[in-house]
């Protein structure tokens, strides 16, 4: 029989000792599995907001990498978590490459390496045209895949919450 606490007029179940605190199987009331799954994806939204990260840390990371290279690259991957600053980064890399691309192509140079790089370049067109849409493909995927993970967590954002 259940005990009522007086302090707090709650009825309280009683405590049989076995660790099941006197419910009956058929009193307990299961959670369909269908909210079980929303409660958990609510609890995974709140933990990928952070996780998204914001526009200015995607715009921050791509100058980083646009700026300095693959040095800019790897502080970023190393200082931020957040998929913006990952897909920043990404971005940065990208268009850093076909910028260092056009340089060897179009300016001149004294260095013995750099002049020997561009007439390698020069004679051999389809490397260069082969780096150069790699820089265009990983530039692209970098704002894409930032994009598609924004409208995710956006979807994710206006489902209902039950908890």
Excluded at 71 to 85: E, H, K, N, Q
Excluded at 127 to 135: D, H, V
């Amino acid at each position: 029989s259940s005990g009522i606490n007086a302090e707090y007029g709650v009825d309280l179940p009683p405590y049989t000792g076995d660790g099941n605190a006197g419910y009956v199987e058929d009193e307990r009331e299961e959670v369909p599995p269908r909210n079980r799954h929303i409660t958990y994806g609510y609890a995974a939204m709140l933990l990928s907001n952070e996780e998204l990260g914001t526009d200015s840390i995607f715009i921050l990371c791509f100058l980083v990498c646009l700026l300095f290279n693959w040095v800019g690259y790897i502080i970023c991957c190393c200082l931020f978590t957040s998929i913006a600053a990952r897909c920043g980064a990404l971005s940065g890399i990208g268009l850093n490459l076909i910028k260092m691309l056009v340089i060897l192509r179009k300016c001149q140079f004294e260095n013995p390496q750099l002049v020997q790089t561009q007439l390698y370049l020069q004679l051999h067109d389809f490397q260069y045209a082969a780096l150069m849409l790699l820089g265009i493909v990983t530039m692209f995927y970098g704002f894409l895949r930032y994009n598609t993970a924004k409208a995710q967590f956006n979807r994710q954002a206006l489902l209902p919450r039950y908890m």
